[in-house]
């Protein structure tokens, strides 16, 4: 069986950005390029990639998802470079001797951040099934706790 060409990542509109404008220092040519942030708990390889970019080649509105979703195709057996920029405790970025943003870089497969944004796609998932059977709970008790009000005299 032949290996894949490419792995394909489905993520939502919110962390894709398409045709962001910059300026070659060189030439003078205005570009455009592709931005995509990784959901917050991500983790791959126990190091947690949420919110690294990238900046993929391709993005595409996604086949089966529907009109909401994106899907990016990446080279199979080529690794991306994810990258954020290092904060401080206030959130400000940490400054680098040239005076220029630090970055925080990782390399991953796509295989690798594939598989990482399908288990934290089912780990929200399952906490918001969660959250959803709980205040299915608190409404149901606030209803009983309403229909065995006590007795009040001023109601007849």
Do not use: W
Request: hydrophobic share 30%.
């Amino acid at each position: 069986m032949p290996e894949k060409r490419n792995t394909y990542l489905t993520l939502h509109k919110n962390f894709v950005r398409t045709d962001i404008e910059c300026t070659d220092r060189v030439t003078g040519e205005v570009r455009t390029f592709n931005s995509v942030t990784l959901p917050k708990g991500t983790v791959i390889d126990g190091t947690d990639v949420g919110y690294y970019q990238f900046s993929p080649l391709f993005v595409n509105p996604s086949r089966f998802k529907g009109e909401g979703y994106r899907d990016i195709p990446l080279l199979a057996n080529r690794e991306v470079r994810l990258s954020k920029t290092v904060l401080d405790n206030q959130g400000k970025p940490v400054m680098g001797e040239d005076g220029k943003p630090m970055r925080d870089t990782v390399y991953a497969m796509p295989a690798q951040i594939k598989g990482a944004l399908d288990e934290a796609r089912s780990r929200y998932l399952q906490a918001q099934a969660l959250a959803q059977r709980a205040s299915d709970a608190r409404s149901g008790a606030s209803e009983l706790a309403n229909e065995h009000a006590p007795f009040d005299s001023r109601n007849r």
